[in-house]
């Protein structure tokens, strides 16, 4: 019954190694959402996919990146994960802008 | 700017009292919002939605109330259960802006036995 699918649920890695983290989705939605949510704060979106267009957010540092190789699966790349980046990664889709977003259950990152 | 902010951030109820979490903003052309619940280490879980041209929306056992006169809505949750311990987040959809959902801080609800 699961809609929104993240992988892992929890990720360690080591200061400036490179990790990524995935999404996927059986709803069939046009947009898929990259949130950060650092503990006892609200998310806040990275950047989103609307379908193959790639909308990134103005404060979103360089480290992240993200890609979308087809409608179900989105990922999200950090290049060199820094201790300030230890948080929970959320994923969210909708079937357009106007639309209801529905979540994932969260990839928890640790950076050692 | 725009923000959604919350009034208090947490509230203790006794089981089987009714609760009521309050969100103002501050952006009058904003007209979709959304209440999210978020039980420890899950991802934010979709309550219920309301759109300006509504006042009121209803779904089990949640009630959620509009006013654009003051900014002001909020979320009513009848007879809480322990099962409804967890964080709430009022947030806007900002459709003009890619559908970004703007959040407020999060209430956090505990229900005592």
């Known amino acids: 019954d699961a809609m929104v699918i993240q992988n892992p649920r929890y990720q360690v890695t080591q200061f400036g190694k490179p990790v990524t983290l995935s999404c996927s989705q059986t709803?069939?939605?046009?947009?898929m959402y990259w949130y950060q949510q650092k503990s006892s704060q609200a998310p806040k979106l990275l950047f989103h996919?609307?379908?193959?267009?790639?909308?990134n957010e103005a404060d979103t540092p360089d480290n992240f990146q993200s890609r979308r190789p087809n409608t179900s699966f989105c990922f999200l790349d950090i290049r060199s994960p820094g201790l300030g980046d230890a948080a929970m990664y959320l994923c969210?889709?909708?079937?357009?802008?106007?639309?209801?977003?529905?979540f994932g259950p969260g990839t928890r990152l640790t950076v050692l | 700017g725009e923000s959604v902010g919350l009034h208090l951030p947490t509230l203790s109820v006794q089981e089987g009292d009714n609760s009521i979490i309050n969100c103002a903003y501050s952006?009058?052309?904003?007209?979709?919002f959304i209440w999210y619940k978020q039980e420890s280490g899950k991802g934010p879980q979709f309550i219920i939605d309301?759109?300006?041209?509504?006042d009121k929306r209803q779904g089990q056992r949640v009630t959620v109330l509009l006013n654009k006169t003051v900014k002001h809505l909020s979320l009513q949750i009848a007879a809480t259960q322990p099962g409804d311990s967890a964080v709430y987040f009022c947030?806007?959809?900002?459709?003009?802006?890619?559908?970004?959902?703007?959040f407020g801080q999060g209430t956090e609800l505990s229900v005592k036995p």
């Open positions: 969210a889709t909708s079937r357009s802008y106007t639309d209801t977003q529905y």
């Open positions: 709803l069939n939605h046009n947009v």
């Open positions: 996919y609307y379908d193959k267009d790639f909308n």
């Open positions: 952006n009058s052309a904003s007209d979709y």
């Open positions: 309301i759109r300006s041209n509504m």
């Open positions: 947030a806007e959809n900002t459709y003009n802006q890619g559908g970004k959902l703007i």
